[in-house]
């Protein structure tokens, strides 16, 4: 993973190819639900969901914002919670390897698609989309299914968000697990890695979803699979929230949403619950992000942090068997506090 991502994702190809598709894609017909205050609202429709290979969970959905999300509900409905969190450009079927893990161990596995991704709605218009949103319509989510006692899994923009919803409702929390995740404030140095991709991600006419997907794993990834990342995106007309994505992040002190991160970390800083980094081996990106966890938040002091070895950025695709046995080890070592209430 040391080659540079621009030449992997083939950039040059992308754009002068990508430009025809992009052209043709802009006839087509989005599926447009209704008209909200943020806009066209759009639907993928579920037809692009059929027979997905190792997605056998069926939909559940609540309604944020005016909004139709949609989310995974497995396992007992009084096992303890594990909250599995996406990223950019994933969505809940990501987690298609651990879910099955968590579920035969007794557990409640719930995995939402972010406003944007997999099979919750998409707003067209990119300016619609900013970080607080993301925030409050995962804080409306986590309210309308009353959760509590929630070990969070979160990875790259689940991370962004996941832990945002510990710093700010840290009595809904029992775990944390962070998987190749941050929490920027735009005071860091970004890594090289990272203006390569935000620059592809803001040029390339079409954004080849499952392409990235594969640059972002260590092992080849099926082509039923691939197909799988990119059903929720009929054209590209569906993924204003994969694009706009990358420019939310706090990459500058004077970002929007710097503050607001900032004060997050101070709470993060007197979170004292189990906190448990396993970060891969090999994501360029966020490459050595997992000290700045160990050394100030308070609960992942003292815990078995590790790498996930031979996998990428999306390490739930290229180990995620590995990932949830890691953290069935850290919640079988950590039990939860009695005094922490029962999820209904």
Known sequence: MQQNWRSKLGIAAALGVGFLIWRSQRQRRANVVSMGSYGKILRTPESRFANLPGYPF????VEVDGLRMHYVDEGPR?????????????WSYLYRKMIPLFTAAGYRALAPDLIGFGKSDKLAEKRAYTYQRHVDWMWAWLQA???????????????????????EHPERFARVV?????????????PSAFKTWLAFSQQVPVLPIGRIIQTGTQHPV????????????????????????????????DNPAA????????????FDKPFLT??????????????????????????????????????????GEELARVTLEFMAANPQREHVRASP
């Open 78 to 90: 009084t096992g303890e919670i594990v909250l599995m969190l996406h990223g950019e450009p994933s």
């Open 278 to 319: 396993a970060f891969s081996d090999g994501d360029p990106i966020m490459r050595g992000g997992e000290r700045i966890f160990q050394q100030r938040v308070p609960g992942a002091h003292d815990q078995a942090h590790t790498t996930i070895r031979g996998a990428g950025h999306f390490l739930q695709e290229d180990q």
């Open 259 to 270: 503050p607001a991160n900032r004060r997050a970390w101070e709470a993060l800083a007197r």
């Open 222 to 253: 099926d082509k039923a699979v691939l197909a799988a990342y990119n059903a929720p995106f009929p054209s590209e007309a569906y993924k204003a929230g994969a694009r706009i994505f990358p420019t939310l992040a706090p990459i500058t002190p």
């Open 178 to 190: 962070v998987a190749n995740g941050a929490l920027p404030t735009g005071d860091q140095e970004l």
């Open 58 to 61: 069926a939909p559940h959905y």
């Open 145 to 167: 299914l009353d959760l509590h006692n929630i070990t969070l899994v979160c990875q790259d923009w689940g991370s962004l968000l996941g832990l945002r919803l510990v710093a």
